[in-house]
């Protein structure tokens, strides 16, 4: 099998590091908590949701990055808030993925 060290690093640079943007983890911690769940006027989702929904495509991205034969899951039906409400997440820093 082909050293995939290389990618592998950038890929943890890109999710851990801001190199290009700013991370989500610090753009989040002067946002309101009383606003996660509140949808801005005129808006179709709450911040909540987009977050929630960055992560399902982060995740599909990287598992198809790595195995060609993933498929991605059916999402019709779910909200794009996922299984959860449109509430206020849980600790973000607990439900933060480790990358190996």
């Known amino acids: 099998m082909e050293d995939l060290s290389s990618l ?3 890929v943890i640079n890109l999710l851990t590091k801001a190199e290009a943007h700013v991370d989500v983890a610090t753009e989040l911690k002067g946002f309101p908590a009383k606003l996660r769940g509140r949808k801005p006027d005129g808006a179709p989702h709450t911040p ?3 977050l929630e929904h960055m992560r399902i495509a ?3 991205i990287l598992k198809f990055s790595v195995d060609a ?3 991605s899951p059916k999402l019709a039906g779910r909200t794009l ?3 959860r409400d449109a509430g206020e997440p849980k600790n973000l820093a607990k439900e933060r ?3 190996s």
Do not use: F, I, K
Request: aromatic residues 12%.
């Open 8 to 10: 592998r690093q950038h």
């Open 69 to 71: 034969s993933h498929v």
């Open 81 to 83: 808030a996922g299984n």
């Open 58 to 60: 982060q995740w599909d």
């Open 97 to 99: 993925p480790t990358v």
């Open 48 to 50: 909540w949701q987009l």
